[in-house]
């Protein structure tokens, strides 16, 4: 009895052939040296191991070129080509699909005498994207690429228009804002179509839905769609299996875009009254807070995954996107190092939170720019887009919506746009699957610049009865009212 030798298993194959799926092992053995029948020059191998990263795949496979041949290999696969005369050659690595990228640092493969050298080649698959198809007002509808990168529609077709999707924190759910007859409500869906109403109330519109880290409980906003309680808000929790519906703050204000903290210790908002604010309460309802610090009109809020700071579009001198550091209260614009550019949009936080994708508009052209957490350094990657875009989830991409029917991915160093995925319609939001847990850090308010408040505290007179915020300011940058009387609209 004698113990056998442990082997790799390693498709052997003819620099000259396709390769199949069936080939099987080979093993070499050799006097001297090995040579290329065509030249008599000493061979070595090669053994090229194809690694896929991202959140996608490739199912149709890869080919890989060498020396003018073509071998096939599939994704996680290995592969041995023998033969090879010595020396250094460069390869290319064809059929690779839209959405995966060839991220491999060098093309160069370095073939040793009698002696099988290894090349790792690194592809990159980013599917389980997000997107809004527009095909008219209120008529938004959700899609995503999987992780072949096909598209498919979220929900069996439903009325009305689709807003606000956001996935779960572990990639298996999308919230979204169905939209009908001047109602919203919100649902939740999975990827098999799958669809259930967390909140849908006659007569009640629901907005703004945010996920906790940890998926326990999604954050709504809900009002009463009467005539003369527009202003009126309703801060709600609700399970995703739509159970533990609660209100955790009702007021006469109207309070906007809430977000969850990272480590889901906080919810921020936009709190509107006679003077806009942004404030903060924990998730059941206590210790309410608002920060010392003026803004105009806030709204679309974003909290960086770090919890330091959070994006927030206003309106103080134009359209743009600020920046409030939770730590010292400074409020920051973003590109301030770029003349001519308005922000918009709110904002995407790269997922470690040092970066910050804004959509600008200059001279009538749409552009995407990305900027360091505090808004400097700022970085055109597009032209032509719509929207922010969104980050890959190992935070090296952007995919966005360009005009005029197409999603793009760029890398966050500017190598140009690349078509992810043709389109008939317009797109209008991208969103990226990514999985985490909640941060382990705690974020204390308790800062100068942080003023704890009561639930029902006003600031200013508030709106009169019956109106609500109008689509503009007044020359002094005071908040216009809408209201309805008896007999005509008018403006206070």
């Not at 209008?428 to 505290?457: C, F, N």
Request: hydrophobic share 35%; glycine share 10%.
């Amino acid at each position: 009895m004698f113990d056998m030798p442990a082997f790799r298993l390693t498709k052997v194959v003819s620099p000259i052939v396709w390769l199949s799926a069936s080939v099987g092992v080979a093993g070499l053995l050799s006097c001297g040296d090995a040579t290329d029948p065509d030249d008599g020059l000493p061979t070595g191998s090669l053994e090229v191991v194809l690694e896929i990263a991202g959140n996608g795949t490739d199912s149709d496979g890869f080919v890989f070129v060498l020396r003018d041949t073509t071998y096939r290999i599939d994704a996680y696969d290995t592969i041995q080509i023998d033969g090879i005369p010595v020396g250094e050659h460069q390869y290319q690595l064809g059929n690779v699909e839209a959405h995966c990228v060839d991220k491999t640092l060098s093309p160069i493969v370095q073939v040793n005498r009698n002696a099988t050298s290894t090349k790792h080649v690194n592809v990159e698959c980013y599917g389980m994207l997000l997107f809004k198809e527009w095909y008219g007002p209120y008529d938004d509808q959700i899609f995503y690429l999987d992780e072949s990168g096909n598209s498919r529609k979220l929900t069996p077709p439903q009325p009305g228009g689709q807003w606000s999707p956001s996935w779960s924190p572990d990639g298996t759910m999308v919230v979204y804002v169905r939209i009908e007859r001047y109602e919203q409500d919100v649902y939740v869906a999975d990827l098999n179509g799958n669809m259930q109403a967390l909140a849908a109330r006659p007569g009640v519109s629901e907005e703004s839905p945010a996920w906790s880290p940890d998926g326990e409980w999604v954050v709504y906003i809900a009002r009463d769609t009467m005539v003369g309680s527009f202003s009126q808000s309703n801060m709600r929790l609700v399970r995703p299996d739509g159970t533990g519906d609660h209100s955790i703050l009702a007021s006469d204000r109207l309070d906007l875009s809430p977000v969850w903290s990272p480590d889901g210790q906080w919810i921020a908002f936009a709190c509107w009254d006679a003077e806009f604010g942004l404030c903060f309460i924990r998730p059941d309802g206590t210790d309410m807070y608002r920060a010392n610090v003026e803004l105009s009109q806030p709204q679309h809020l974003s909290w960086s995954p770090d919890g330091s700071r959070i994006a927030i579009e206003e309106f103080t001198n134009g359209q743009q996107v600020m920046i409030f550091n939770l730590e010292t209260g400074d409020l920051s614009p973003t590109a301030s190092d770029v003349q001519d550019i308005t922000t918009f949009g709110g904002g995407t936080w790269s997922p470690e939170g040092g970066h910050l994708a804004v959509g600008a508009t200059s001279n009538g052209e749409f552009q995407l720019y990305v900027t360091d957490r505090d808004g400097t350094n700022s970085q055109m990657l597009a032209n032509n887009v719509r929207w922010h875009g969104d980050w890959s989830p190992d935070g090296l991409m952007l995919a966005f919506g360009l005009t005029p029917l197409a999603i793009n991915i760029c890398t966050f160093e500017g190598s140009g746009p690349r078509l992810l995925f043709d389109n008939d319609n317009i797109v209008v939001g991208t969103y990226w699957q990514k999985t985490h847990t909640p941060s382990a850090a705690v974020y204390s308010l308790e800062v100068p610049h942080i003023a704890r408040v009561s639930a029902d505290q006003h600031f200013g007179s508030g709106p009169p009865l019956g109106c609500r915020p109008y689509s503009r300011l007044s020359d002094r940058g005071r908040m216009v009212f809408s209201c309805l009387t008896d007999n005509d609209q008018k403006h206070h």
